[in-house]
């Protein structure tokens, strides 16, 4: 576990204004670690501009909005674009290699769209919900954008490369140490946000995590034969999702 190693995980999963690695340039795999360190900067960054819009006056609602906006940003909506290329390739394709087709199609088809209606949907009213408690809402923001990445990792060590190129393919091979390092940079900020809410209902979010992962894990490995850049990134919204919604729930 390196700086270098996390210095990649942020070359990769933002649009943030970093210096250029140097040669040699670590394995994206070995980088897989530090993912929820992402999520931390990138949570992080989202709930100053929730903090700093509601203190300018904005309603709940607006705040919970630049709020995603700013997420969408920082990541140069990377995510979204895989869940909507997912979306397309899995329901769209009759076989595999006309799935795989399809995701690679820079063009966005009927269930690309509604996937990003309802992830963009789905995040910004559970956010609105959260901003009436704004602490909370900052810990959550947190906790959940490093708790989806942590899920990332364990995509891509659970599940084989559908493809023989591409990201899922360079940047398979993640650890056991890996893994170890990135569920317990997941755990810690759920396990926080358990304490700021004064109650055990926070910690439900893991295991529904889990679920969600299971699930795409599984359609992606029968309908695509294994993971892609492209499931990764629907692997974090999935994971989102349905995390914040939890945190809502209690």
Wanted: hydrophobic share 60%; with cysteine; proline share 6%.
């Amino acid at each position: 576990m390196t700086l270098r190693e996390a210095h990649l995980a942020f070359v990769l999963m933002t649009r943030l204004p970093l210096p250029r690695l140097a040669e040699p340039i670590p394995p994206i795999g070995r980088a897989a670690w530090a993912f929820p360190l992402v999520g931390l900067g990138v949570g992080t960054l989202a709930a100053a501009v929730l903090f700093g819009l509601l203190g300018l006056g904005l309603p709940p609602a607006l705040a919970a909005g630049g709020a995603l906006v700013t997420q969408i940003l920082l990541t140069g909506a990377l995510h979204e674009d895989g869940l909507a290329d997912v979306s397309d390739g899995i329901w769209g394709g009759q076989d595999r290699a006309r799935r795989l087709e399809i995701m690679r199609d820079s063009r966005i088809g009927s269930y690309g769209t509604l996937a990003l209606i309802l992830s963009v949907g789905l995040r910004w009213q559970a956010l609105a919900v959260l901003a009436l408690h704004p602490a909370l809402a900052a810990i959550a923001l947190i906790a959940i954008a490093m708790s989806s990445r942590a899920c990332i990792t364990l995509a891509l060590a659970a599940l084989p490369a559908a493809r023989a190129d591409g990201l899922g393919q360079s940047a398979s091979g993640v650890d056991r140490a890996g893994v170890s390092v990135a569920l317990a940079l997941g755990l810690a900020p759920v396990l926080a946000l358990a304490i700021l809410a004064g109650s055990p209902a926070p910690l439900f979010i893991l295991p529904v995590q889990g679920l969600a992962l299971f699930a795409l894990a599984r359609l992606a490995l029968k309908r695509l034969g294994g993971q892609t850049g492209d499931v990764l990134g629907a692997t974090q919204q999935l994971t989102e999702v349905v995390g914040l919604l939890v945190v809502v729930a209690q």
